[in-house]
C-alpha cells in the first residue's frame, strides 16, 4: 500500500520511538507513570498498527462482497492504537470492547441504507473513543442516518449530486488562525448578517472577530482547525480544501473519522447478516445505494489511516 496515511502511520513501527511518543503525549496530558505506561503499551500500539494494516491490504485485495467487513475491522484496530494514547490502561474493563453501535437487525421491504441509520450506545469502543479521544459529550443513544453521516464526507458529494440528492457547501479557508466563511453564506441561511454570527457562535461556539475581504473571521477551539479533529469543517484530501455546510441543521458535532467508523459498521453488518439483499444489490445494481457504497469503499480506504496518521502526528508536536 502507497497510501499516504499508512507511510506516515509505518513511522511508528518503532518500539524506541514508540515509547518516547507514548510518554511525551502521557506527559502532556498529565498522565500519571508516564514512563512506566510508555513501556507497557509500546508494542501493543504497534501491534494493533501492524493488525489494522494487514486488514486494510486484504481489503484493497478483496471483491467487493467481503469488503466492508475488514475495512470495518481494520478500523477498529487504528481507533484501539489511538485510545492508548489517552487511555493507557484500554481495556480497562469488558464493556468497552464492544462495538457500541447497534443497526437495525432486520431490514423492512422496499430497504434503502442511505436513509438508513445506526444508534451509538452507552458503552463500547465507539462511545470510549468519543469520550476518551475526542472528549466530545452528549452522544449517548444518539441516531445518525446514513444520509447525514455521508454529507460528512465532501468526496461523496459528486456522486450525491449526480443522484440528485442536494448536500450544499461552500469553501471555507483558515487564515491568521482564524475561520473564514464566505458572506454569502448568510444568504444561503435566509439570514442577515447579523443574524447568521449570532446563530454560528450560539450553536458552534464560535466567537466572532471581524469582517473582511468578503469573509466572515471567527476564532474556535483549534481542534477545528485540523481535519482529523474537526466536527464542522469538512475537509476534501485530493485538494487539501475546506468546506463548511450551506444550511441550516447540519451541524452533528462529530469529526469525520466517525462518520466513517459509523458508515462502515452499518455495511459490515450488512454485508454478514443481509446476504440477500447485499447479494441483490451488487449482482443486480438494483438501486442507487450500489454507487454509494462502492464509492464510499474507496473514500474510506484512503481517508480514514491519513485521519489516524495526522492524528497521531498532531500529539507529536
Not at 494494516?53 to 477498529?76: D, N, R
Amino acid at each position: 500500500m502507497k497510501s499516504k496515511g499508512w507511510m506516515e502511520l509505518r513511522l511508528f513501527y518503532s518500539l524506541e520511538t514508540v515509547q518516547y511518543f507514548l510518554e511525551m503525549v502521557y506527559k502532556k496530558n498529565n498522565i500519571e507513570d508516564p514512563k512506566k505506561n510508555s513501556f507497557k503499551n509500546g508494542e501493543r500500539f504497534i501491534f494493533f498498527l501492524k493488525h489494522a494494516e494487514a486488514f486494510y491490504k486484504q481489503s484493497i485485495a478483496t471483491p467487493i462482497e467481503v469488503k466492508p467487513i475488514l475495512l470495518f475491522y481494520g478500523m477498529a484496530q487504528l481507533l484501539k492504537a489511538c485510545l492508548l494514547t489517552s487511555d493507557p490502561s484500554y481495556p480497562s474493563h469488558t464493556s468497552v470492547l464492544a462495538h457500541g453501535v447497534t443497526t437495525r437487525k432486520r431490514k423492512k421491504q422496499n430497504y434503502c441504507f442511505y436513509n438508513d441509520e445506526v444508534k451509538i450506545q452507552r458503552n463500547g469502543l465507539c462511545m470510549h473513543v468519543i469520550q476518551s479521544l475526542f472528549q466530545l459529550e452528549g452522544l449517548n443513544d444518539e441516531r445518525f442516518s446514513m444520509k447525514q453521516l455521508l454529507g460528512r464526507i465532501p468526496e461523496m458529494n459528486k456522486v450525491l449530486l449526480f443522484q440528485r440528492r442536494n448536500n450544499p457547501m461552500v469553501e471555507a479557508v483558515i487564515h491568521n488562525n482564524h475561520i473564514c466563511l464566505p458572506k454569502h453564506i448568510a444568504e444561503l441561511y435566509n439570514m442577515s448578517a447579523k443574524r447568521f454570527i449570532e446563530y454560528i457562535e450560539y450553536h458552534l461556539n464560535w466567537k466572532f472577530c471581524r469582517e473582511e475581504d468578503g469573509f466572515f473571521a471567527f476564532d474556535s477551539d483549534k481542534m477545528e482547525h485540523h481535519p482529523s479533529t474537526s466536527t464542522n469543517l469538512l475537509f476534501e484530501l485530493e485538494r487539501e480544501m475546506r468546506f463548511f455546510p450551506a444550511e441550516r441543521d447540519c451541524f452533528f458535532k462529530i469529526p469525520e473519522i466517525l462518520a466513517h467508523f459509523l458508515i462502515s459498521y452499518n455495511l459490515s453488518m450488512i454485508a454478514r447478516y443481509e446476504t440477500e439483499w447485499w447479494y441483490d444489490l451488487l449482482l443486480q445494481c438494483s438501486s442507487d445505494d450500489y454507487v454509494i457504497i462502492q464509492h464510499f469503499l474507496s473514500i474510506a480506504e484512503e481517508k480514514f489511516p491519513y485521519y489516524i496518521a495526522k492524528l497521531l502526528l498532531q500529539m507529536n508536536n
